[in-house]
């Protein structure tokens, strides 16, 4: 009975609120800031995502691999929020920051995101499966813009992970060299004692 009730008071109350649409939005006002790691396949696979919805100018990325600011920065993350996964992706819309998503989200569904928020009225915390929302004004929100607009990105890094090979293929080519070296050795072991 009480969840009859409280389906009929978010049906109604989804009346009452005015709705804000998505065609109300801009995409050159939304910016995303993550901190992820170049080894995370959740982390690259958001990347590719924004960037293929939004454009890559749409994203600040934050390494927190080999970076010590970015690796306290995402600490004060954990201290305030309980997030420990990573990608940790903040949402921002016109400067103001509308959600903070803990792991690999459907990017596509970043306007009823942000119109979501706005409608209640406060930041969307994603942590560990659960939703929750943080007040406008509240000392949480205010830190955690901080946090996400204080990142350093690592240009080195860009670099390197451009260039990178993961997954499956360094596997592979590890392997490979480690079947090539051990052939070497025996062919050199058998002509040695013939």
Same mark, same amino acid.
């Given at each position: /009975?009480? +969840?009859?009730? @409280?389906?009929?008071?978010?049906?109604?109350?989804?009346?009452?609120?005015?709705?804000?649409?998505?065609?109300?939005?801009?995409?050159?006002?939304?910016?995303? $800031? /993550?901190?992820?790691?170049?080894?995370?396949? =959740?982390?690259? #696979?958001? *990347?590719?995502?924004?960037? %293929? =919805?939004?454009?890559?100018?749409?994203?600040? $990325?934050?390494?927190?691999?080999? !970076?010590?600011?970015?690796? #306290? &920065?995402?600490?004060? @993350?954990? +201290? +305030?929020?309980?997030?420990?996964?990573?990608?940790?992706?903040?949402?921002? $819309?016109?400067?103001?920051?509308?959600?903070?998503?803990?792991?690999?989200?459907?990017?596509?569904?970043?306007?009823?995101?942000?119109? %979501?928020? &706005?409608?209640?009225?406060?930041?969307?915390?994603?942590?560990?499966?659960?939703?929750?929302?943080? *007040?406008?004004?509240?000392?949480?929100?205010? *830190?955690?813009?901080?946090?996400?607009?204080?990142? &350093? !990105?690592?240009?080195?890094?860009?670099?390197?992970?451009?260039?990178?090979?993961?997954?499956?293929?360094?596997? +592979?080519?590890?392997? /490979?060299?480690?079947?090539? @070296?051990? *052939?070497?050795?025996?062919?050199?072991?058998?002509?040695? #004692? !013939?």
């Amino acid at each position: /009975m009480k +969840l009859k009730a @409280l389906f009929l008071l978010l049906a109604l109350g989804s009346l009452i609120v005015p709705r804000i649409e998505a065609e109300e939005f801009e995409s050159s006002k939304v910016h995303f $800031y /993550m901190y992820g790691a170049y080894w995370c396949p =959740h982390c690259r #696979n958001v *990347k590719e995502s924004i960037k %293929e =919805h939004f454009g890559e100018e749409t994203l600040t $990325y934050y390494e927190i691999e080999g !970076v010590e600011h970015n690796k #306290n &920065k995402f600490e004060e @993350l954990y +201290l +305030l929020t309980g997030i420990s996964g990573i990608p940790a992706t903040a949402i921002f $819309y016109e400067g103001e920051i509308y959600a903070v998503i803990e792991g690999e989200f459907d990017v596509s569904k970043t306007w009823q995101i942000i119109t %979501e928020a &706005k409608n209640q009225g406060g930041v969307i915390l994603v942590t560990s499966g659960k939703a929750y929302i943080l *007040k406008w004004d509240s000392q949480e929100v205010q *830190k955690l813009k901080e946090i996400f607009l204080s990142g &350093k !990105v690592n240009e080195t890094q860009k670099k390197a992970e451009e260039k990178s090979i993961c997954g499956p293929a360094s596997v +592979l080519l590890l392997s /490979m060299g480690a079947i090539y @070296l051990r *052939k070497r050795n025996y062919s050199t072991e058998v002509s040695s #004692n !013939v």
